[in-house]
């Protein structure tokens, strides 16, 4: 059954520093990796989609890498913004979905 | 990319009763997911619901507490029946671009509360 953990739990910064979550899991045979970020009480909102033969993906101040031998992914935030602040979940696709827990992120003005 | 609209957002419910929550989808998907996400947890797959078959439900999950319909290939519903407090969640459909991205998308969700 595929594992996923997302370090850290929560992570509170300051507006304008760089932001840096990451995300394990157990079992290397995957498909995809995609990135999801999820307001209090909504649903989810894509960020990147990491397809397992690509190292990384870019979208704006948005970048994502793939290790996928080691079972690690890593989303940077590049000059955080207060409308940053949201939950970061981390999913593969190993023929279905499995989520970590998320990532709490506050972006302090 | 699909474009998700699931209703109602949000309900307040009486133990005892039943919610059905309605998804629909921009374009014909061959898949269509349902999960559940606990207060403060992550998210949970219920089931996979495909165009004129039942749906296939996970570990955990049952047809006659979730039955799930799928008439056509752009739309769904979940129904949560005989409530009880331990239901309140979000709950959420979700779609997979099964062209070469296979990117998975998501409604906005249903923040269902059970009194």
């Known amino acids: 059954k595929q594992e996923v953990t997302q370090i850290p739990a929560a992570l509170s910064v300051p507006e304008g520093e760089n932001l840096v979550l990451n995300c394990s899991f157990t079992?290397?045979?995957?498909?995809?990796l995609q990135w999801f970020r999820q307001d209090p009480g909504k649903g989810l909102t894509s960020l990147l989609l990491?397809?397992?033969?690509?190292r990384e993906q870019t979208s704006g101040r948005l970048n994502a890498s793939l290790d996928k031998s080691s079972g690690r992914s890593t989303l940077y935030i590049a000059a955080s913004q207060p409308g940053d602040s949201a939950t970061y979940l981390c999913?593969?696709?190993?023929?279905?979905?499995?989520f970590g827990a998320g990532t709490t992120v506050t972006v302090r003005a | 990319s699909a474009v998700i609209s699931q209703k109602p957002s949000r309900d307040i419910c009486q133990r005892g009763t039943s919610l059905t929550i309605q998804c629909q989808v921009d374009?014909?998907?061959?898949?269509m997911f349902w999960y559940r996400q606990q207060p403060g947890q992550s998210l949970t797959l219920i089931a996979t619901?495909?165009?004129?078959?039942?749906?296939?439900?996970e570990s955990g999950f049952v047809i006659d507490k979730f039955p799930i319909s799928r008439p056509n290939l752009t739309f769904s519903t979940l129904t949560v029946s005989n409530m009880s407090p331990e239901d309140s969640s979000i709950y959420l459909c979700s779609v997979e671009d099964l062209g070469a991205r296979t990117e998975a998308f998501f409604g906005q969700g249903t923040r269902l509360t059970v009194v």
């Open positions: 619901a495909n165009q004129g078959s039942e749906a296939t439900y």
């Open positions: 999913a593969v696709n190993d023929y279905k979905l499995s």
């Open positions: 079992d290397s045979a995957i498909y995809n």
């Open positions: 990491i397809q397992s033969s690509q």
């Open positions: 374009s014909q998907v061959t898949m």
